[in-house]
């Protein structure tokens, strides 16, 4: 069964940074386009970024654009994104989900906190 | 890159039908036959219950349909039940972004 586990969340200062991983089982990690999305405390979902299957094509969100970087390993089976200046409007729940259209697949989320 | 437009909260009595709209525009919702629908019980990962505009995965009750008419999209739940009580959000696919709707708080009374 499709299973996607994010980690790397934390506790982390203003200006600082992140790298949150995604790893991904039972599919072919290399056939599927992945995303991030967001959710703030008490807020909404949030898309983030997503990435075309060989990485070729990335896509990001206005909020994060020039601060983010979505990645992926697909000998690893592996998405990431390494998050840079940090501001506290960044803390969230972030997931990785399955294609860049629709999200049938979704992990458990990592929680970022952005705080001094 | 707005946010889609849904109304904060519906609500229903069991049994009854009830409709959540999502309005974008002509870049996203209007271009693409790619607008999904999500159901999240708190604490939980969202759930595809919608997607491309009117399928439903395997799995989800046909309970859920949905439709899109121009710039709008729409959810509608029939024969409500306690369990459908959740935060239900739109998403549309628009090439360069995705873009979600700020969410709708379904209360079964």
């Known amino acids: 069964q499709v299973q996607l586990v994010e980690s790397g969340g934390g506790l982390v200062k203003p200006g600082g940074s992140l790298r949150l991983s995604c790893a991904a089982s039972?599919?072919?990690?290399?056939?599927?386009?992945m995303s991030w999305i967001r959710q703030a405390p008490g807020k909404g979902l949030e898309w983030v970024s997503y990435i075309s299957s060989s990485g070729s094509t990335i896509y990001y969100a206005d909020s994060v654009k020039g601060r983010f970087t979505i990645s992926r390993d697909n000998a690893k089976n592996s998405l990431y994104l390494q998050m840079n200046s940090l501001r506290a409007e960044d803390t969230a729940v972030y997931y990785c989900?399955?294609?860049?259209?629709?999200?049938?697949?979704w992990g458990q989320g990592t929680l970022v906190t952005v705080s001094s | 890159q707005s946010a889609l437009t849904q109304p904060a909260s519906v609500s229903g009595s069991p049994g009854q039908s009830i409709t959540i709209s999502c309005t974008g525009t002509s870049s996203d919702v209007g271009s693409y036959n790619l607008v999904s629908w999500y159901q999240q019980h708190p604490g939980k990962a969202p759930k595809l219950m919608i997607y491309?505009?009117?399928k439903r995965p395997s799995g989800v009750s046909n309970r859920f349909s949905g439709s899109k008419s121009g710039n709008t999209a729409s959810l509608t739940i029939s024969g409500l039940q306690a369990e459908d009580e959740a935060d239900y959000y739109c998403c549309s696919y628009a090439g360069s972004y995705v873009v979600f709707g700020g969410g709708t708080k379904l209360t079964v009374l």
């Open positions: 491309e505009g009117s």
């Open positions: 039972g599919f072919t990690f290399s056939d599927y386009y």
């Open positions: 989900a399955r294609d860049s259209s629709s999200f049938r697949f």
